[in-house]
């Protein structure tokens, strides 16, 4: 599915608006990132949450440990 809050709310066809769903009721939210030497991580977070409406923008917390 491909979802841009600049279409407008109803520019999909679910009964509710993606970016609202998105962390009601809280999911697994995946974050992706690339390294400087270019090998992919996918990681799985459960501390994000919307932060604002408009613009649509979501926040995750990343926790580290003292020994990095």
Known sequence: MNYSPKQGVRSHAL????????????????????????KDNLAPYSQYQNLTWDPPMVMFAANQSVLG
């Open 15 to 38: 009964p509710h608006d993606p970016f609202k769903s998105s962390t009601v009721p809280r999911p697994i939210g995946w974050i992706s990132t690339v390294s400087k030497d270019g």
